[in-house]
Each structure stands twice: as C-alpha cells, then as structure tokens.
C-alpha cells in the first residue's frame, strides 16, 4: 500500500483558510471588547459564534479539500469587508 502525499498547494490552501478564519475571529473579538461592558448578552451571543469558527477552523485539514474551499470562498470576500461581514455574518 503507498501513501498518497499531500501536495504542497493543498496544504498551502489549508494554510490560507486557516488564517481568513483568524481575521474573522479578529473581527468579532474587537466588537466583543466593544459591546463588553454596555451588551453582555450581545456579547455572550458573540462569543458563542466565535467558538463555531473556531470549531471550524480546528476541523479544517488538507484532507478535507472541499471543507478548505468553502472556507476561502465564503469567508475570505467577507473578511476583506468589515460592513460585509457583519452583514453576513
């Protein structure tokens, strides 16, 4: 039996989403220091969608090519945009 190798683009794209997902939880850290003392159940709200992408960045994997192209296609047009990701968001 031969392993399959990763190629370096696959991982590289990993890579890629990985971190449009770290400017995502960024964004949503700021306005949770924002809202902390004036909307605790806003930020709590918050907080709790920062944990999924957080559970969906630590799900990601070169492996899961698929899961890694969603997360650059949907992710990264909004982490370019503040408005359009809270929009989104």
Known sequence: MTEQETSYEVIVRTEIAIEILNQARAIVTARVY????????????LRRRRRDLIDLQRSLSADGRNAVEDVIAVWGPRVQDETRFWAEF
């Open 34 to 45: 924002e809202l902390e003392d004036t909307d605790p159940a806003a930020t709590e709200a």
